[in-house]
């Protein structure tokens, strides 16, 4: 299988999924960790795939998205973004917009407190 076809494959058999360094318990960057962070926070379920347990993969993510930086975030098959995005996103209520567009259950009151802690 290749490394394209091993994310594909990864990003369409799961609603959510993060591809960063390290794992949603056990974070290897702080990027990485915030959106994982916030993901854990809203209880949102999703797989995490460690860039760093493989070159090709951490290489490979970043031409399948045609996106330069990880943690890089997919729902329901559609990249999302990066840290910053997701950081946006979650402030704005895209985020919570998204995956009530796209059934995704997570947590209203904690994305909720999370916007009231940062305004």
Known sequence: MTTETQIKETVTSNDVVLFMKGTKEMPQCGFSSRVAGVLNYMEVEFADVNVLA???LRQGIKDYSDWPTVPQLYVKGEFVGG??????????????????????TYSKDAADKIRESNS
């Open 83 to 104: 840290c910053d995005i997701i950081t946006e996103m979650t402030l704005s209520g895209e985020l919570d917009q998204m995956f009530d567009d796209k059934g995704v």
């Open 54 to 56: 493989d070159e090709a």
